[in-house]
């Protein structure tokens, strides 16, 4: 392998030549040069390559996880635009998923390499680096529910080095990846802490109104009801505070469990649960718009 591999020009396409039915869904792929969610694509490879430790073998474990995470969703999708159902009836159904520590780390390494990959995904990276992180004081209190491969966790830091940050995540396995990820971003022990725990299981034991911030990216799908999250969130935030949310709506995954059917739903649920939106992007899948349910992106900054 040379080290052009490394490059996102390079890794998209090798991920073209072996699985062709994914090109489509490539932003490198299918973007100009000059395109600029290439810079924050470029931002994500680099934080895989950090993960690999510079290692050439785990790029290469990371990219073939990324294509089966493609093509797992390529058949989810096609069978939930017959059925309008996810295959995932409850969060119960996930419990072996989150203690299969070998299955947790190739998803992780999958997800972590769709932020390089996706269109969608650079949209979102990029909203949450300028819009939401840019504009937080210089030393937040941060709670990040479900960080996994510990992407957010990179940028926060990169941009406000002052943050104290603690993860809570349902999943063991999930945690020992973003330690992992938080070592090898060469982060000092004591700028955080892991929580294992299930924020649904526990909202009322969280400390109420001690953190400036709250990261929630792709965590509200996965639980059969995503208002006790919104609800800790709210309970967690200091009266100023302000929270970054991500989620999806038609967008089926092997961990999929709670359906949003649009965006009008997920705003409502957030602001129902006390919470108000202060800027949200939505970006609908590429090559999608003509489809009656509509699967999109959606992410959000929101207040108390
Ligand atoms: C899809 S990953 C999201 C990773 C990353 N935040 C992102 O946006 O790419 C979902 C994460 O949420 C965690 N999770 C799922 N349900 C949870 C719950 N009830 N409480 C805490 N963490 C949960 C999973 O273990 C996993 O680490």
Not at 180 to 202: C, F, N, Q
């Amino acid at each position: 392998m040379t080290e052009s591999l490394w490059s996102l020009d390079e890794v998209t396409a090798r991920l073209v030549a072996d699985v062709p039915v994914i090109a489509g869904g490539l932003l490198a792929h299918t973007s100009e040069i000059d395109d600029p969610r290439r810079r924050w694509a470029e931002r994500a490879l680099e934080h895989v390559r950090v993960l690999c430790d510079g290692d050439p073998a785990r790029l290469e474990a990371a990219m073939e996880s990324f294509a089966i995470t493609s093509l797992d969703f390529l058949r989810l999708q096609a069978r939930f635009l017959k059925t309008g159902r996810y295959a995932c009836g409850s969060a119960d159904d996930l419990v072996g998923l989150y203690a299969d520590s070998e299955q947790m780390v190739e998803y992780l390494d999958g997800l972590a390499l769709s932020y390089a990959m996706w269109p969608n995904h650079a949209v979102t990276m990029a909203f949450f680096a300028q819009e939401f992180v840019d504009s937080l004081g210089p030393d937040p209190r941060v709670m990040e529910i479900g960080p996994g491969h510990g992407l957010f966790a990179s940028l926060l830091f990169e941009r406000r080095p002052g943050a104290f940050y603690r993860a809570i995540d349902i999943s063991a396995s999930s945690l020992l990846y973003t330690e992992r990820s938080l070592r090898a971003l060469g982060l000092p022990e004591d700028r955080y802490e892991l929580v294992e725990s299930d924020i649904t299981a526990a909202p009322r034991q969280l400390p109420a109104a001690q953190f400036d911030v709250v990261v929630c990216s792709e965590v509200l799908e996965h639980v059969d009801e995503p208002e006790l999250i919104l609800g800790a969130i709210r309970t967690a935030l200091a009266p100023s505070g302000t929270a970054f949310l991500t989620t999806v709506a038609n967008m089926e995954a092997i961990d999929h469990v709670y359906l949003f059917e649009d965006v009008a739903e997920i705003r409502s649920l957030i602001e129902n649960c006390g919470l108000s939106i202060v800027d949200e992007r939505a970006s609908v899948l590429a090559g999608a718009q003509e489809q009656e349910r509509l699967p999109v992106n959606y992410s959000a900054i929101v207040e108390r």
